[in-house]
């Protein structure tokens, strides 16, 4: 079947923009993650869903982040007024239940010039 | 704290050889361990995962690894290396109590020559 999709793959911007990275989790799955990877680095967590809810959003940097995910399956990652150090590559991940195997999409390089 | 600890940034083995990559991790309760790999310009792949029973765990293409739970330590190990394995490979530890998000490794760029 389909695996975890991400679009667009890749997004240049110019600081201080809005923009929106979306992610399509593998039918099913109840449970999504968002992670950011810096250049040289392993992925950081940002937030996870149960379903509609966000049940951790420790990760998230600051408020200009915000994600959504509205009807439990598609979500949106939100970055209001974006920084040159927002620049990485976003990664979302969808499991089929809490603590069970997540799978990762291929991810969105954002770029902030 | 938790954190997870890859010493080695980059390791560079010829076709054929063994490999182990080195995984250390510090967490406050029993975690649960995982592995991943990435190649360029793809997601993030399971290669195995560790949540308890047998120390020694069984993954993809060919790969094990083995928790030392004395060493706090879950390194990964290939008998013999093929030109396809090179990537960049993840340690990764979550909570096993309710694992929500994982704790990556900063990873291990593995190169391997002909």
């Known amino acids: 079947g389909a695996g975890v999709s991400q679009t667009p793959s890749n997004k240049v911007t110019e600081k201080g923009k809005y923009v929106e990275l979306r992610c399509d989790p593998i039918?099913?799955?109840?449970?999504l993650y968002w992670y950011r990877q810096s250049l040289g680095q392993g992925p950081e967590f940002l937030i996870y869903?149960?379903?509609?809810?966000?049940?951790?959003d420790s990760g998230l940097p600051n408020d200009r982040f915000f994600a959504v995910r509205p009807e439990g399956s598609v979500s949106t990652l939100k970055i209001q007024r974006t920084e040159r150090g927002d620049s990485a590559v976003y990664l979302c991940?969808?499991?089929?239940?809490?603590?069970?195997?997540?799978?990762f999409g291929p991810g969105t390089r954002l770029t902030v010039l | 704290a938790q954190s997870v600890t890859q010493p080695d940034i980059h390791i560079t083995v010829s076709e054929g050889a063994s490999l182990e990559l080195r995984c250390n991790y510090s967490?406050?309760?029993?975690?649960?361990l995982f592995w991943y790999v990435q190649s360029p310009g793809q997601g993030l792949q399971l290669l195995l995962k560790?949540?308890?029973?047998?120390?020694l765990v069984q993954g993809i293409k060919g790969f094990e690894a083995e928790f030392k739970r004395s060493q706090s330590s879950f390194n990964l190990r290939k008998p013999s290396v093929h030109w396809s394995d090179a990537a960049e490979y993840f340690c990764a530890v979550a909570a096993a109590t309710g694992a929500n998000n994982l704790f990556f490794g900063t990873g291990t760029r593995l190169t391997v020559i002909p």
């Open positions: 560790y949540f308890s029973g047998d120390t």
């Open positions: 967490y406050g309760a029993t975690p649960y």
């Open positions: 039918s099913g799955h109840t449970a």
């Open positions: 869903f149960q379903g509609t809810g966000a049940a951790d």
């Open positions: 991940a969808s499991s089929a239940g809490q603590a069970d195997t997540q799978y």
